[in-house]
Each structure stands twice: as C-alpha cells, then as structure tokens.
C-alpha cells in the first residue's frame, strides 16, 4: 500500500512531462481500489498472483494486455525480475526500469537505481535519468472530498511487521494518556480484520473505551479506509500504509518509527507530517521485521508526553 502511494509522486511527475499522455497502470489486486483516487490514472490493470502465477503467469499477463494496447512506454518501477519479464510480454516499444542482475536484458534503457534516497524520489530519478531533466516540484498525493471533522483523531497501531507494530501495553498506556490530555477529542481506531485482535487486546486495557470508536475489522474496503482517513483533524499512526494514504490526503500525521528508515520510506510529504523516533539504541534504526529484544524497545520506550505534544501541535493546523 505505501509503495502505491509513493509511486504517484512519479505518476504526477510523468504527467508534467507528457502533458498529453494517457497513463494506464498494473496494480495488485487488493490495493487496486486506492486507483480511484489517484486522479492521473486513465485504466488500470489488476494483477493476481494466485491467478497468473510465476514468471509463466507473468508472460501471459503481458502478452494479455499486448493484444489490447500496444504501449509507448513501460516504466518498471519494482526492480523484480517478474516484472521486467512482464514489461517484456507487453512488447511496449521502450521499456524503462532500474539495472539489476539480468532483468535488464527485457528493457530497452536501464538505469542504475540511487542509493540513500526516498523512495518518491527513487521513482522520480527513473524519469530523470531517461529524460536528462530534474523533476520538480515533488509531491504525492490522493484525492481528498471528504471534510475533516473537528478533532476526530484516527489511530492506527498496528503492521504488517511485528518491529513496527506498537506493542498492546504501550498502545494503551499512550491511548489513555491521549483521552486524559485531549479532552474534546474523538477517537476512532482503525485496522484490518487480520488485525482486529491486537486492537482489542489494546482496547481491553483502555480506561474509558466509551471514547474510543473501534472501527478495526469494519472498514473491509481500502476504499472505506480511504474515506476514513480523509475525515480526520489529525492521524496518528506506525510505520505502514494507512500512514501514506493520510499524508497523501494531506490529514496532519504523526508517525512513530520502530524498525525502519524513515529517510527512505517515511511519508513524503512534509508540510503536514511529524516523526518521532526514539533515537537512544544502537540498532536503530534497522529494517527486520522481527526485533531481536521480542517486543520493540525503540518503540516501547517513546514517551507518551512527547506524542501528545506533537498531536496537540498538530490539531491546531486544523483550528
């Protein structure tokens, strides 16, 4: 989800570039709902990997959209081998992607992928190295109709990794200090139906649930959430997709980061985005999905006083 998010800095990007272009896209099915959102999106082609599978399902999916459109340009974001093999099947007559181990040998220009940049700007770079000129300005960016309701505070603890998840007791201990401190907040707490058990675990341990509207488990669509999320004063949420999709509806955002490297893969935009890092531990910060202490101490140990600061700093952008 935050990969698809951060790619629209490239799509806006190519856009500028051609201003005239049709630019259709292939997405993984789940995550095709965010297209709708994402205004320069002409057709979309929805890929299954349990329906084409392997690099056999790969052809066959090109060779599939070959007899419908024969493109101009194929950009190849991922830097999969898979997906150069299917840029292949296309028989696009230029096909653009980053230079790794033998997958260039199915594009037509490759170029070699920046390191130690954001990924927005990884994506960005693909279009500079073909074209020779530097993009400007950057920016991702979804679709916002929703009006934001006065200090409704979206939470969003968890992920897919269990190094970025917030832990159960630290997710209560902030949430009750949030109920404390905010007193005119309302609070809506979000999640998958995967993840519906570790936000019950968290609610369990919550003082005054009445305040609190678990919406964990019954936002089934990405669209739901989508439209959730628009509807905040302020999100506060871990490293993961629903922390790109607020900052990309321009919802302020407050992001506390365990393993992962915020310069790499934060949410891009910065005008409404804070991020709070513990900083005190040598390993930090790492990108494993599982923390070699159990449970992640370089998130267990941020200081609840310091994320309502920043939540507080954040809900007077909407005032």
Known sequence: MGDVVMSTGFIRALKIKYPSSEID?????????????????????????????????????????????????????????SSAFMAWATGAKQRIGFRKELRSIFLTRSFRKPSSLHRVNEYISLLEQLTNERIIPRSVFLKNNYISIPHRIIINFNSEAESRRMPVTKAASILNTLI???????????????????????????????????????????SGLVKLIGSASVMLTTDSGPAHIANALGVPTLVTFGAGNENNTAPYNKKCLTVLRLGQLPCEPCVKNFCKFGSPKCLELLEENKIVYAIKNLLTLND
């Open 25 to 81: 896209v292939i997405i993984k099915k789940g995550l095709d709902p965010i297209i709708d959102f994402i205004p320069e999106i002409n057709r979309r082609y929805i890929f299954s990997k349990e329906e084409w599978k392997g690099l056999p399902g790969a052809y066959r999916f090109g060779r599939r959209i070959k007899q419908e459109t024969r493109y101009d340009l194929f950009f190849c974001l991922p830097d999969s081998f």
């Open 180 to 222: 404390n401190e905010i007193p005119n907040a309302e609070f809506v707490s979000v999640g998958s139906i995967k993840e519906k058990e570790h936000v019950d675990a968290i609610l369990k341990l919550v003082t005054d649930t009445a305040r609190v509207n678990n919406k964990a488990g019954q936002t089934t669509s990405l």
